[in-house]
């Protein structure tokens, strides 16, 4: 088990920004990849931003060029930036890491974007 815990949701007015973040403790693969997906009522569960162990990332065409995926510098730590949110931005956000055929969520962090 690797429990992962999201921080950083909230609320905001359309076009403001907001950081999540995720973190674990425990060992994973050197090849590994972090990211985040989304659920908003009533859909499925979406990809939103993907980063490598060697830093290559992926984003859904609907976040592109507005939300960034990073990594810290602790070994299970991952960030992503969202600016310019607009309300279909809205959705409980959840961590990921994947480990070798592990795959590890987190238990989801609610970001809500209305006036």
């Known amino acids: 088990q690797l429990p992962l815990v999201e921080s950083g949701g909230g609320s905001v007015q359309p076009g403001g920004s907001l950081r999540v973040s995720c973190a674990a403790s425990?060992?994973?693969?050197?090849?590994?990849?972090m990211g985040w997906y989304r659920q908003a009522p009533g859909k499925e569960r979406e990809l939103v931003a993907t980063?490598?162990?060697?830093?290559?990332?992926n984003y859904a065409d609907s976040v592109k060029g507005r939300f960034t995926i990073s990594r810290g510098n602790a070994k299970i730590t991952v960030y992503l930036q969202m600016n310019s949110l607009k309300p279909e931005d809205t959705a409980i956000y959840y961590c990921?890491?994947?480990?070798?055929?592990?795959?590890?969520w987190g238990q989801g962090t609610q970001v809500t974007v209305s006036s």
């Open positions: 990921l890491v994947r480990s070798g055929l592990n795959i590890y």
């Open positions: 980063v490598t162990s060697d830093g290559r990332t």
């Open positions: 425990g060992s994973i693969s050197s090849n590994n990849l």
